[in-house]
């Protein structure tokens, strides 16, 4: 199989960045896609070229690492998938593939294709999790979660962090991530505590980060390799509307 | 920005009210000649002579100038939060036209808006351009300042197309002011969606006739 792989290559966050062209010959319908990139590395090191810099970790759709922008779609052509769980049968031999790094002003380029997600965790930092003493587990049901409750609160916890939502959103709003982490905690009782102040306060990050405003396109639900429901910014901001109101 | 937004989904519900009342009142309009006329003539001197439309008037005022500052602040943020956008960027496989679009959609309507109010608003209220006579009932003729206008057919076109795009502003921007309101039990999201369809229909279709037809008349 041979594709055309167009890729943006930028060297660091000052330089200007452009597009080029590799043809790549020698692959297979099985290879994943970071596979292709990894052979398409190997024949760029056997040139002596600058090999092209994109992140990964886990290859198995857990970690989050993997975001890039396939053919105008976060994570390529597919619905609710990472990078790494995107393999060559999805595109035709001779095919172009157009490869960009996230794109927001929250996420600056350090190299290539890799780009600076830390905006994320400096929303986490305002509240993405609960001040509680550490020491030895406590017993399992000394707090009681209804299984509905619990489900809700998982649905959101399996957000990974990957930014697909920021990188499809056209005003590159982080609302999904942050309504994910928020309603994850502020509806279980261990959260329940300082769930005014979390919503407050992590919402404030996001503004401060330079993510843009919800609008409910939708995109994000649908690039989402959770599958995160958009119906949770619509709850964290009523979650929101309550804490400054009510406190 | 939270602030901007629940003012721009209140003004938006706002709008939303005050064009099912417009329409109600346009509706007279497709009446027979002369019933229209007197219907019409009395309904909109009933409406000038109260003083508590006097407030919803300043009210309705205030509402579009807020739900367009606000837009135009929040969309300029939004564009600084993309300063670069992609080479290739297949949105339409993720998400509607319409919701990428609200912007555009809104600055048509704004245009409509200002045509609408120099033909009609501009000439009743502020007395500009050509007088308006009384109808046999001694009201402010404003049957036939309507019927005038639209004996001219590119206003016909104009007043028509530009119901297109907003049928189309309104259908997202029904549902999306819930959300942004907070409103987010599923179901309930599900019936909105479809009331949100069927009310940017009506509006966009009984909008877009009546000139045709009072045109026809």
Redesign the interface.
């Known amino acids: 199989m041979k594709v055309i792989f167009k890729i943006w290559r930028q060297e660091n966050a000052a330089s200007k960045g452009n ?1 080029e062209s590799y043809e790549v010959d020698g692959l297979t319908k099985d290879m994943s896609f970071l596979e292709a990139l990894d052979h398409l590395n190997e024949l760029l090191v056997s040139i002596n070229k600058r090999v092209i810099a994109y992140e990964y970790d886990c290859r198995e759709g857990i970690c989050g690492q993997c975001g890039v ?1 396939i ?3 976060a994570h390529g ?1 597919h ?1 609710h998938m990472t990078t790494c769980q995107l393999h060559m049968r999805s595109f035709e031999d001779g095919d172009t593939i ?1 490869v ?1 790094p996230w ?4 996420f600056p380029i350090i190299k290539d294709l890799v780009v600076d997600r830390s905006a994320l965790d400096n929303i986490i930092e305002k509240g993405g999790y609960i001040s509680a003493k550490t020491g030895t587990a406590p017993e399992a049901n000394a707090i009681l979660v209804g299984k509905e409750l619990a489900d809700k609160a998982m649905d959101a916890a399996a957000c990974i962090g990957c930014g697909a939502c920021v990188a ?6 982080a609302s999904l991530f942050t309504a994910a982490k928020i309603n994850h905690l502020n509806s279980l009782p261990q959260g329940k505590q300082e769930a005014s102040k979390r919503v407050l306060e992590m ?1 404030r990050q996001m ?1 401060l980060e ?10 994000c639900e ?2 989402c390799p959770e599958g995160i429901s ?6 964290m ?6 804490a400054k109101w009510l406190g | ?2 602030f ?3 003012i721009i989904a209140l003004t938006g519900l706002f709008l939303c009210i005050f064009l099912i009342v417009h329409l109600s009142a346009n509706s007279i309009l497709v009446l027979p000649e002369e019933t229209a006329r007197s219907l019409y003539n009395s309904y909109s001197t009933t409406l000038r002579e109260s003083p508590l439309i006097k407030i919803v008037a300043y009210v309705l005022y205030l509402s579009i100038i807020l739900h367009v500052v606000y837009a135009l602040l ?1 969309t300029i ?2 564009r ?12 339409k ?4 036209w319409t ?2 679009n ?1 912007g555009l959609l809104g600055i048509s309507i704004l245009l409509f808006i200002v045509v609408h109010l120099a033909n009609f608003w501009a000439r009743i209220k502020l007395g500009m351009g050509e007088g308006v006579g009384l109808d046999a009932n001694g009201h402010v003729d404003v049957y036939e300042v309507t019927y005038s206008l639209f004996q001219n057919g590119y206003y016909v076109v104009f007043y028509t197309l530009l119901m297109v795009p907003l049928g189309l502003h309104l259908h ?1 921007g029904l ?2 002011a ?7 039990h ?1 179901r309930g ?1 599900r019936t909105i969606a479809k009331v949100s369809l069927v009310y940017a229909i009506i509006m966009a279709v009984g909008f877009g006739v009546i000139p045709s037809i009072v045109f026809l008349k």
């Open positions: 597009f922008f053919n105008g779609r052509p619905d157009v960009e794109r927001a002003s929250a499809t959103c056209k005003n590159s709003s919402t503004e330079g993510f843009g405003s919800c609008t409910f396109t939708g995109a649908v690039e958009i119906l949770n910014i619509a709850e901001n009523a979650r929101r509307t309550k | 920005m939270f901007r937004k629940s929040i943020n939004n600084k939060a993309k300063a670069k956008g992609y080479r290739v960027n297949q949105y496989e993720n998400s509607s919701s990428q609200m997202h549902k999306s819930f959300m942004t309101l907070g409103f987010y599923k999201l």
